[in-house]
């Protein structure tokens, strides 16, 4: 499995970026799709997370109501849409995928090689 990060960039505060994620290779569809971010001198930190089959969604609480995430089976490809984007958003953007607890890094097996987001005040 292999995943591929991309659009991240250099936004004002209040603006918006869409990340995307595109799997390939032979993932279970029981796997959860998520994505994390680590600032400088920062653990790396859950941010939100999708399941292939169903479609469930799970935010962390910085994420909640400003981040969507959804994905595209047909394409096997998850987005995170981030609006109201504040400076603290400012961090290097993962995904990954596994089938383990959808919150901690450690439930998950593949990772994509991250994404650089900052937000200016």
């Known amino acids: 499995v292999q995943l591929q990060a991309s659009g991240g960039g250099l936004v004002q505060a209040g603006g918006s970026l869409r990340l995307s994620c595109a799997a390939s290779?032979?993932?279970?569809?029981?796997?959860?799709m998520g994505w994390f971010r680590q600032a400088p001198g920062k653990e790396r930190d859950f941010v939100a997370a999708?399941?292939?089959?169903?479609?469930?969604?799970y935010y962390a609480d910085s994420a909640e109501g400003r981040f969507t995430i959804s994905r595209d089976n047909a394409k096997n490809t998850v987005y995170l849409q981030m609006n109201s984007l504040k400076p603290e958003d400012t961090a290097v953007y993962y995904c990954?995928?596994?089938?383990?607890?959808?919150?901690?890094?450690?439930?998950?097996?593949?990772w994509g090689q991250g994404t650089e987001v900052t937000v200016s005040s």
């Open positions: 990954a995928t596994g089938g383990g607890s959808y919150l901690y890094a450690g439930g998950y097996e593949f």
């Open positions: 290779g032979r993932i279970s569809p029981w796997y959860v």
């Open positions: 999708i399941r292939w089959l169903g479609g469930n969604t």
